[in-house]
């Protein structure tokens, strides 16, 4: 797919491919088919994406995306201060919203701990988590970080910078999927799920 | 993938997912990658957008996608403009192009006929190929439409219009693709490549 006849559609092919999990061949595609629109149709995505870069702002408490300072989740007095849901990034707390199951705070990484990525402790919004610790109104730090070598290494990174201060350090708990098949579930899950078994009655009030 | 936190990040999304192929967990992906990028490089993207939908025009005489009235193609005097190749939209334009075989002009239709999708000859470019061919310059019209139920009753409508004007008509020829396993290709096209065997010389000297 070379040979493009036009500088303009070349232009906005080049810059459509640059995205993540887009080729040549779907940026063409995307660009053929935004050529059949309306010119208004098109000014509102481009001017939306402009927009949303240039406007958008990161709530200064927990890192989550905002078009305020400080964040709906984080200014809502309904939810609960006292408890911290640490997570990679904005995507798992949608993910986490969704459940409906979490009325706490949470406190966005920014990403994991990846040598191989060149991701140091540094580059993330650990420090940030830490001063907010430190200050003494939360009670409990939930990791909820992917069940990865990364996820596991940052897990134990911030936990070696929690624990000497006062508050409970839980994590979410990994075992067989709901509606999973036992046959199919991976040794290490099932084995984590055998070791961690939980009393019965505790899975009545679900 | 709801509860946004910002109104911002919803509209860029809810733009993106109008794309397509782009459900709207790829479009919050897609727009936290632009979060994450230069305000200069989303910049970038998004007004090549708004500048390719607004200021490319189609060549006058083919309708292919252009920066000026008449495309490179049709302008380039080194092509034979007494082969016109007639195509459903301008990414044919291109993978002909890419093949390098071919050296005369193009028409591009816009489309092909498709009642199901309200698809009328009307709502094609096929009225301004009728008047380029009746101008009779034009020796051999080479019909290069998908080989699908559509393109075949666009080549026939075509046909029609064009058979008692002074120009041969040819279509591509349908077979065996190169590089093909004899007992996994379909029956219809197995069929038609051998009712339209060739001579074995014919094939020496590409």
């Known amino acids: 797919m070379n040979n493009l006849s036009s500088k303009l559609l ?26 059949r629109q309306n010119v208004s149709d098109v000014e509102v995505l481009g001017n939306a994406l402009i927009k949303m870069r240039s406007e958008i702002c990161f709530c200064k408490i927990c890192f ?4 305020t300072e400080v964040c709906d989740i984080c200014s809502n007095p309904a939810r609960d201060s006292g408890v911290v849901c640490v997570v990679e990034d904005v995507r798992d707390v949608m993910a ?8 706490g705070h949470y406190h966005v990484l920014g990403g994991v701990i990846s040598p191989m990525d060149g991701v140091g402790p ?3 919004n650990i420090e940030p988590l830490v001063n907010r610790i430190r200050e003494g109104s939360v009670r409990e730090v ?18 070696k910078r929690l624990k000497d201060l006062k508050v409970l350090i839980t994590t979410i708990a990994r075992g067989v999927s709901i509606g999973d098949n036992l046959e ?7 084995g ?6 939980l009393p019965y009655e505790t899975t009545f009030n679900r």
Chains 1, 2 share one sequence.
């Open 122 to 124: 540094g580059d993330l």
């Open 96 to 103: 986490i919203e969704n459940t409906s199951q979490y009325k």
């Open 184 to 190: 199919y579930t991976d040794e290490i899950t099932l």
């Open 142 to 159: 939930i990791m909820a970080l992917s069940p990865t070598m990364e996820g596991d290494t940052t897990n134990f990174y911030i936990y």
């Open 64 to 67: 989550n995306v905002s078009d």
């Open 10 to 35: 070349e232009a906005a092919v080049n810059e459509l491919a640059k995205l993540p999990g887009i080729g040549r061949k779907t940026a063409v595609r995307l660009a053929l088919h935004l050529l």
């Open 192 to 197: 984590r799920s055998i070791t961690n078994r």
